[in-house]
């Protein structure tokens, strides 16, 4: 069982930067593939980032990539999403997820932060 919990959401201007944070809870934070992904109001969820546990290997949706980072530290159980050159449509509710070893999805999820970028 994991326990994932966001934080470093808020209100930031355009072209500004956050920080997100994703501390987990358990001993095997290690071995999970851990994601963000975001909501924003009136549209489905998106992935956003991930990196895989095996190999720390990176991916990114098109919207972000060049602009967001995804990083892990495995000694503090925590994964980051930095986010620099935010846009107004970057809006949304940011969620953390991991997913366990054999599974095609992501299995655990965090209640989400806010993050909101004014123009």
């Known amino acids: 069982q994991v326990q994932l919990v966001e934080s470093g959401g808020g209100l930031v201007q355009a072209g500004g930067s956050l920080r997100l944070s994703c501390a987990a809870s358990g001993r095997t934070f290690s071995r999970y593939d851990m994601g963000w992904f975001r909501q924003a109001p009136g549209k489905e969820r998106e992935f956003v980032a991930a990196?895989?546990?095996?190999?720390?290997?990176?991916s990114y949706a098109d919207s972000v990539r060049g602009r967001f980072t995804i990083s892990r530290d495995n000694a503090k159980n925590t994964v980051y999403l930095q986010m620099n050159s935010l846009k107004p449509e970057d809006t949304a509710v940011y969620y953390c997820?991991?997913?366990?070893?054999?599974?095609?999805?992501?299995?655990?999820w965090g209640q989400g932060t806010q993050v909101t970028v004014s123009s």
């Open positions: 990196t895989t546990w095996s190999s720390g290997s990176t």
């Open positions: 997820a991991a997913r366990s070893i054999g599974h095609a999805n992501y299995n655990y």
